[in-house]
């Protein structure tokens, strides 16, 4: 069954700090893998888009990475700020196919 | 720009009444979709289209219409709305599927 697992599924952090999220996929074959932010009450927001060949993506504050070969990615987000209070969601689709697979979101806080 | 629009944002229905959720957009993509975003779970698709005249299912259709008239407007219609299909639900579009999706920003559906 294709799945998409995220973790941890909630994350405090201090402005400022840096903190990286994950994402475990078991969708195959594998076609593109997205990082989505969404801010409460609204939809979500594209970050990053990778397909098989790419390793990194950055997108200002926030870099993608991805293993097509243990099939994870990670985001990491360079020192935070309040705004970066959101749900964090990884999406997977697999090749030849139009249904994408959705992980649950990590949700972050920042603190002041 | 608008970008992708929908409504209405909020509505309220009784178990058996029929509504169209609209969605609207204005930047000339062809692949356009609804999804529908329960607490955990992952969103999930319920139809999608890849031009005008033509629509597919997606994982969670049952109980929903959708008609792709025109490049810009994506209706979806609930037929006889049931308590299970209170949720949030969004509509994507992109210009090809698997490039950067565009999300409105959502209905909430309460189903009484």
């Known amino acids: 069954k294709n799945q998409v697992e995220q973790s941890p599924q909630s994350l405090i952090i201090l402005e400022g700090k840096n903190c990286t999220l994950q994402c475990n996929y078991t969708v195959s074959p594998f076609s593109n893998l997205r990082w989505y932010k969404q801010d409460t009450g609204r939809g979500p927001v594209s970050l990053t888009i990778m397909t098989f060949s790419e390793n990194t993506k950055s997108n200002g504050r926030y870099t993608a990475t991805l293993d097509a070969d243990t099939k994870q990615s990670s985001l990491h987000i360079t020192a935070s700020q309040l705004s970066d209070s959101a749900s964090y969601i990884c999406?997977?689709?697999?090749?030849?196919?139009?249904?994408?697979?959705f992980g649950r979101g990590t949700s972050l806080i920042v603190h002041p | 720009n608008a970008g992708v629009t929908q409504t209405p944002k909020f509505q309220v229905l009784k178990t058996g009444q029929s509504m169209t959720l609209q969605c609207a957009q204005d930047?000339?993509?062809?692949?356009m979709s609804w999804y529908r975003q329960d607490p955990g779970m992952g969103l999930r698709l319920i139809h999608y289209?890849?031009?005008?005249?033509?629509?597919d299912q997606g994982e969670v259709p049952n109980g929903y219409n959708v008609s792709r008239s025109t490049t810009e407007d994506f209706p979806l219609r609930l037929l006889s709305a049931a308590p299970s299909q209170t949720s949030v639900y969004f509509c994507?579009?992109?210009?090809?599927?698997?490039?950067?999706?565009?999300f409105g920003q959502g209905t909430r559906l309460t189903v009484v």
């Open positions: 930047m000339n993509h062809e692949y």
């Open positions: 289209s890849v031009g005008a005249g033509i629509t």
């Open positions: 994507a579009s992109s210009s090809e599927q698997g490039t950067e999706a565009f």
């Open positions: 999406v997977v689709t697999r090749w030849g196919s139009y249904i994408p697979t």
